[in-house]
């Protein structure tokens, strides 16, 4: 390695230390990066039981477990903070700029690989994914780790490499189930490079990938009493894309439209988390085989998501944190890569080898994400491939125009990329209004969960005027409003929330609140009693209920309802308090 090769190498990396210490300053005093939200929170949640050695939850796991486990790593050492999930996210952001350097060098050449990993030192997703507690950063790193293992396996006499390849596929399923595509794709390609021997090679790296992926699938046996290799997500998360309505699902978000949809589970199908996806992956499937030419055309427009530049949020914002940092308004995004990509894959084709497995790997990412619904953030899982294949093809591009030898002929370099374009920049399908901007909304949820009502008031109030029909900010705006004691305002925001969701039970135990504490009691059991036919076995309502009809001076309601607490499987502590009650009733 010559002197200058290594003073490139540390100027791309300094970019890359530089673009994220100024990313976390520039959002250090945003709500959004200070409260995780959604799967983030989720994920925070569950690295922080881990780091502090409290038992995991009974049951199969319901979102795949290696990222929290390394974020638990991290809070062991740094403390059980969001700014933990960061600063691991900044050493894998780190890491997976020199390995892409790496993997475009071995496939494309130097000049190539230096392009690579400059571009993903700013690149604007890479980092916007970084700045939330959240997997894409780890699988990113694993699937440069998959690439370059599977590489080497193939040219070197020693079996290491092959295992290795395999482990790092087996640590990508734990971190991204969706990637188990890609392992069938890597035992091809080795089997036919090696030739000697081949199936061998191949084996070994698909029994190292089961080996790392059984601990998981075994342990979800014994906690849940069910097969679920890594996680029971995939069949709502299918469903999602492919039903009637998947337009509308595919864009939700947890809040009480999603409640509206989780309802829809009959509850013998509620008994642990398999069962109910299941319930989910067969209504999908039965819609498939009742709707097949909707499901091809729902394939259809999903792929023109996937290749379009539109970035399609899912539970966050991106507009909210391009707002606060200029470092994320200015970097390169996927219409940076795009109008390339179909160069590239010719080009890396051409090369064989690796170049070919690059192309594999990239139609096996472009088909699993898909087959489900396209979001940034999965599109982002293939950044491995995407990147380097973006940036060879404008290299192809260039040396085709200047017609040096060997390069592809002009007309046809330049009839790729005008097709790239045309599938990446039109409005098709209307995906551009897909779905409506929401990060002031995410604002007010967050501003609220810190406590400060009087701003979250502010930004949901902006909210509900920018998006009426969004029910989660009138109710979210609802309780901040009640907490501030402005009854009147809560209870209309309520009956906003309750228009546009009726079948949940939510909004009406949210305006009954407020009738009580407006001393209208016999207005709030009517709004109790609403939604408790929407909910019948939620405990907390039928506590609550009774109560009422103990105040209305009721005995009899009030112990019936009390007894049918003890019928829904309450926790001990509201047991406790139903039979004080019902003992002092009679």
Known sequence: MTRHTVLVGLSVLLLAITARVALHFEL?????????????????????????????????????PLYPWVLSLGMRVLGVAVDTAYVVNALLGLLGVVLVGVWTRRVFGP?????????????????????????PPLAIVLSLGVLLAVTSGAVLPSWRATVLAGVCTGLLILTRPSFAVWLPVAAVWLAWRTRARAWRRALVLVLACFAVVAPVTLRNAVRGGTFVPVSANGGINFYLGNNAEAARTSALRPGLEWEEL????????????????????????SWVRDEPIAFLSGLATKTLQYLNTHEIDRNLDVRGFRAHSFALRAAPRYAWLAPWLLVGVVAAWRR??????????????????????????????????????????????????????GALPRRAALALVVTSALLAFPNWAGIRTLQPAHATSLEGVAT???????????LLRRAVLQQPDDADAHYQLATALRRQNRFDEALDAFETAARLVPGNPKPHAGAGLVLRQLGRPRDALERYERALREDPRNALLLFETAELYEELGQPGEAAARY?????????????????RRLQRLR
Do not use: C
């Open 28 to 64: 250090r005093d945003y709500v959004l990066y200070r409260v995780p939200l959604v799967d983030a929170e989720d994920y925070v949640e569950w690295a922080a039981r881990a780091a502090r050695g409290e038992p995991e939850v009974d049951d199969v796991y319901y979102k795949a």
């Open 111 to 135: 000049r190539a690989g230096v392009g690579a990993a400059a571009l993903a030192a700013v690149y604007g997703p890479m980092l916007y994914f970084e700045a939330q507690a959240l997997p």
């Open 262 to 285: 989780v309802r829809r589970v009959p509850d013998a199908e509620r008994a642990g988390r398999a069962r109910w996806d299941r319930w989910f992956a067969r209504q999908a499937w």
């Open 352 to 405: 064989g080898g690796a170049g070919r497995l690059a192309v594999g790997l990239m139609l096996a990412s472009t088909a699993a994400t898909v087959l489900f619904f396209v979001s940034e953030r999965y599109r982002l899982d293939a950044l491995a491939v995407t990147l380097p294949l973006g940036v060879a093809g404008f290299a192809a591009t260039v040396s085709s125009l200047r017609g040096h030898t």
């Open 448 to 458: 609220y969960a810190e406590g400060r009502n009087v701003e979250a008031i502010v």
């Open 563 to 579: 007894r049918s607490v003890l019928d829904t499987g309450a926790d001990a502590a509201l047991v406790a308090e139903v039979q």
